[in-house]
């Protein structure tokens, strides 16, 4: 079992449970009306929130140097944090007078650091 090797500190980690980080998206060009601009926006943002997640949670899935780690089995997100990943919310929107937006998205799960830190991925089966 290889210990994790953190490349940086993040700062979005709000306790053990709740991680939080922000996204700006664009409406879809193409939507004249501005209800439908900012909804097109708010998916958008979500969207990229969720990414920015995952990129930020891989950050944790970086072995130690020379721990002879990779057993070559295929891995899967682990379902839990994807899960917790998918139930965000938004806890804080605000948009331009264009409807760009940005939002703040928040995910919250019982020892969501804990397994992030140890339990990122999962054998496939």
Request: with cysteine; net charge positive.
């Amino acid at each position: 079992n290889c210990s994790l090797f953190q490349t940086k500190k993040h700062p979005n980690w709000i306790d053990k449970n709740t991680f939080r980080i922000t996204a700006k998206a664009r409406p879809n060009t193409e939507i004249t009306d501005t209800e439908k601009r900012k909804s097109s926006c708010k998916e958008h943002a979500i969207i990229m929130a969720q990414y920015k997640i995952l990129v930020q949670f891989r950050d944790y899935d970086k072995p130690a140097p020379n721990c002879g780690c990779g057993s070559g089995k295929e891995r899967m997100l682990n379902p839990a944090i994807k899960q917790a990943i998918k139930n965000g919310t938004i806890i804080a929107l605000t948009y331009s007078a264009r409807q760009y937006c940005s939002i703040t998205y928040e995910i919250k799960k019982q020892g969501l650091k804990k397994l992030v830190t140890e339990k990122l991925f999962i054998e496939k089966k």
